[in-house]
């Protein structure tokens, strides 16, 4: 980690800053710790003392990435990953802020554990972290955990990870509750029972290689309850994680009915589909799972157009030994945070997506869903910045991810385009060289 704190300034770069609709070329100036300004002109001449002039020609600088659904092993299961390696791996990715899921042991679901979260990554990690705390206590699903108090400690939203509330009154009950609090509620929309045995995208490709299917209908009648609740207790609602066609129209449905509900996509789900399963690959078993090329298009024009709010990386490291199983009996996850926007910029390079558009959902969006003072280049902003080279051609090495856990869905996969500095807070945290 660098820790130089001289100001900086990035000349001569493409400047996307969807918070002020500004996409063109222009400098950046940062100085003890807060973006000092972002527009044309500024040049070496009107910048302070021993300024860093960072001579970014041909790159891009935007806001750091904020990234609203990762696990991170603290407390509890730090063999999976820790605040520290997490962090590395997402300053390599061009993440400045990790949302961290409550799924950790204890379970964050009282003002103790988020002060934890908090000291510990402040300690520890060279980004910003901040939890999501538990919906319901112990992530039972049985009773609302004290949404106002924990909040109030530090909580930037409300869920149980990648369980489903089944019951609809302890739903119903949060919501009302949280909407007191101005407090999001942050959904994973699968329905156990429906879910059942499944393993992967219901159809005749599970058929073909004879793995249990979950149905879309899972993700389906889960948010078609959930819009129900969110339009009975005006509450604000977050859908963790949508894959389907028809999760789509339940969302622009409700946005229609003037609803106050959002939507993220995991980078998973709009760059890879069922197919790429493959030979029983499980390193692409998720939760939820991928589904088919028609819903993955799906996904990505309805990100495009803004039904969708943000993309995110569901950073989720499994270790070795749930992983090297048969596809039916391994562990559902991937890691994403150091590759999340390299993948993303795939959609940018295929002419399915803008920048603007691309920047605004992993970043600005989060940062307004969630209230964080990040997402921008406006003056007098936290200096979370990073410059991306567009075009760079590389080749994923699974052994170069910093995190603990090599679970990559991308292991060997051709990129074009990283992240080659991270500023957080006016430090620089990464650098490719």
């Given at each position: 980690m660098?820790?130089?704190?001289?100001p900086?300034l990035?000349?001569?770069?493409?400047?996307?800053?969807p918070s002020?609709d500004f996409d063109?070329p222009?400098?950046?100036?940062i100085a003890d710790?807060?973006i000092?300004d972002?527009?044309?002109?500024i040049g070496?001449?009107?910048?302070?003392?021993?300024?860093?002039?960072?001579?970014?020609?041909?790159k891009?600088?935007?806001?750091g990435?904020?990234?609203?659904?990762a696990?991170v092993?603290?407390?509890g299961a730090?063999?999976?990953?820790?605040?520290?390696?997490?962090?590395?791996a997402?300053?390599?990715?061009?993440?400045?802020?990790?949302?961290c899921?409550?799924?950790?042991?204890?379970?964050?679901?009282n003002?103790?554990?988020?002060?934890?979260?908090?000291?510990r990554a402040?300690?520890?990690?060279?980004v910003?972290?901040?939890?999501?705390a538990?919906?319901?206590?112990?992530?039972q699903?049985?009773?609302?955990?004290?949404?106002?108090?924990?909040?109030a400690?530090?909580?930037?939203?409300?869920?149980?990870?990648d369980?489903?509330?089944t019951n609809?009154?302890?739903m119903?009950?949060?919501?009302t509750?949280?909407?007191d609090?101005d407090?999001?509620?942050v959904?994973?929309?699968?329905?156990?029972h429906l879910?059942?045995?499944?393993?992967?995208?219901?159809?005749?490709?599970a058929?073909?290689l004879?793995?249990?299917g979950?149905?879309?209908?899972?993700?389906?009648i889960?948010?078609?309850r959930?819009m129900?609740l969110?339009?009975?207790t005006g509450g604000?609602?977050?859908?963790?994680?949508?894959?389907?066609t028809?999760?789509l129209?339940?969302?622009?449905?409700?946005r229609d009915?003037?609803l106050?509900?959002s939507?993220s996509?995991?980078i998973?789900?709009?760059?890879?589909?069922?197919?790429?399963?493959?030979p029983y690959?499980t390193?692409l078993?998720?939760?939820p799972?991928?589904?088919?090329?028609?819903?993955?298009k799906?996904l990505?024009?309805?990100l495009?157009?803004?039904l969708?709010?943000?993309?995110?990386?569901?950073?989720?490291?499994?270790d070795?030994?749930?992983?090297?199983?048969?596809f039916?009996?391994a562990?559902?996850?991937?890691v994403?945070l150091q590759?999340?926007?390299p993948?993303?910029?795939?959609?940018?390079?295929?002419g399915?997506?803008?920048?603007?558009t691309l920047?605004r959902?992993?970043?600005?969006r989060?940062a307004?869903?969630?209230?964080?003072?990040?997402g921008t280049?406006?003056?007098?902003?936290p200096?979370?910045v990073?410059?991306?080279d567009a075009d760079?051609p590389w080749?994923?090495?699974?052994?170069d991810?910093?995190?603990?856990c090599?679970?990559t869905?991308?292991?060997?996969?051709?990129?074009?385009?990283r992240?080659?500095r991270?500023i957080?807070?006016g430090r620089t945290?990464?650098?490719?060289?």
């Amino acid at each position: 980690m660098l820790t130089d704190r001289r100001p900086i300034l990035l000349a001569n770069a493409r400047v996307i800053d969807p918070s002020r609709d500004f996409d063109g070329p222009g400098d950046v100036l940062i100085a003890d710790g807060v973006i000092r300004d972002a527009k044309r002109g500024i040049g070496a001449a009107g910048v302070p003392e021993g300024t860093d002039i960072v001579n970014c020609a041909g790159k891009i600088v935007a806001p750091g990435l904020i990234d609203m659904r990762a696990f991170v092993g603290e407390p509890g299961a730090s063999h999976r990953e820790t605040f520290a390696s997490a962090s590395q791996a997402a300053a390599a990715g061009g993440i400045t802020t990790i949302i961290c899921q409550p799924d950790t042991s204890p379970v964050i679901d009282n003002s103790a554990t988020v002060d934890f979260v908090l000291r510990r990554a402040r300690d520890t990690a060279i980004v910003n972290i901040h939890p999501m705390a538990a919906l319901t206590k112990g992530m039972q699903g049985q009773e609302m955990t004290e949404i106002g108090l924990l909040k109030a400690a530090g909580a930037v939203a409300f869920t149980d990870g990648d369980r489903s509330v089944t019951n609809a009154q302890v739903m119903r009950r949060a919501l009302t509750y949280a909407r007191d609090f101005d407090a999001l509620i942050v959904h994973h929309t699968e329905d156990p029972h429906l879910v059942g045995e499944g393993v992967m995208n219901e159809g005749e490709f599970a058929t073909r290689l004879g793995l249990a299917g979950i149905p879309t209908a899972a993700e389906s009648i889960m948010l078609e309850r959930d819009m129900r609740l969110a339009g009975l207790t005006g509450g604000r609602y977050h859908a963790a994680s949508l894959t389907s066609t028809e999760s789509l129209e339940i969302l622009k449905r409700a946005r229609d009915n003037g609803l106050h509900v959002s939507a993220s996509v995991s980078i998973n789900h709009v760059t890879l589909n069922e197919n790429d399963i493959g030979p029983y690959r499980t390193f692409l078993k998720l939760a939820p799972p991928l589904r088919t090329e028609e819903d993955r298009k799906a996904l990505v024009a309805a990100l495009a157009s803004g039904l969708i709010d943000v993309v995110m990386s569901d950073h989720n490291p499994q270790d070795v030994e749930v992983k090297r199983l048969p596809f039916a009996e391994a562990a559902s996850g991937a890691v994403g945070l150091q590759t999340m926007l390299p993948a993303a910029l795939r959609l940018i390079h295929n002419g399915e997506m803008d920048f603007k558009t691309l920047i605004r959902a992993m970043s600005t969006r989060p940062a307004e869903l969630l209230g964080l003072p990040g997402g921008t280049l406006r003056a007098g902003a936290p200096a979370d910045v990073i410059v991306i080279d567009a075009d760079i051609p590389w080749v994923l090495d699974r052994d170069d991810l910093k995190s603990l856990c090599k679970n990559t869905p991308f292991d060997d996969a051709r990129f074009s385009g990283r992240v080659t500095r991270t500023i957080v807070g006016g430090r620089t945290v990464y650098e490719h060289v």
